[in-house]
């Protein structure tokens, strides 16, 4: 199984944080890296990430921002970039894929929570980079990443993770 795991800019802006990808095949790290907001932009570079992908695994929307309604819709603008092509990439490249890839969605909660052994989430709860990058190293043996790049490494692990539990406990039935 392809996996293509991203970790969207929190705006569409060029002062906004970058957007992290990670690629994994069968399981195994591939590659990663950080992308700017003029490349999340070029519609080619996502399409060339997404082409060989089964299942794009994206962070989801975080549910903590109030009434911040601009920052919101900038989070929902940068998932639509990555999730309306995944799901209709069959229909624009029917040469390439007869299917839809798969779009699941990861809260933040759920992966900072597995990452960090049982982090606490809610209000005042700050990301734990320190441990996020301990567990990137310990697993992946990566040290030098930007933080959105160990975000995505980290939501693709977590997926893989829960995939692997879904599926041995489908097979003991």
């Not at 069968?26 to 700017?36: F, H, I």
């Not at 082409?51 to 989070?75: S, T, Y």
């Not at 490249?93 to 900072?112: C, G, L, N, S």
């Amino acid at each position: 199984m392809k996996v293509l795991s991203v970790d969207p800019a929190s705006g569409i802006s060029r002062g906004a944080s970058k957007t992290g990808y990670a690629y994994f095949d069968d399981g195994q790290l591939v590659t990663s890296a950080e992308l700017t907001f003029e490349e999340v932009t070029d519609f080619g570079i996502r399409r060339e990430l997404l082409a060989f992908a089964d299942v794009l695994v994206i962070e989801g929307q975080a549910l903590w921002h109030g009434p911040n309604v601009k920052v919101m819709r900038q989070q929902g603008d940068s998932k639509c970039l990555w999730t309306v092509l995944a799901k209709d990439f069959h229909l624009i490249y029917p040469d390439q894929r007869k299917t839809p890839i798969q779009v699941i969605e990861m809260a933040p909660q759920v992966w900072m929570k597995a990452v960090n052994r049982g982090w606490k989430f809610g209000k005042g709860s700050k990301r734990n980079d320190d441990a996020i990058r301990q567990y990137v190293k310990a697993r992946w043996g990566i040290s030098d990443a930007g933080p959105d790049e160990l975000a995505a490494i980290c939501i693709g692990g977590v997926f893989l993770d829960q995939w692997k539990l879904e599926n041995a406990s489908d097979k003991n039935k």
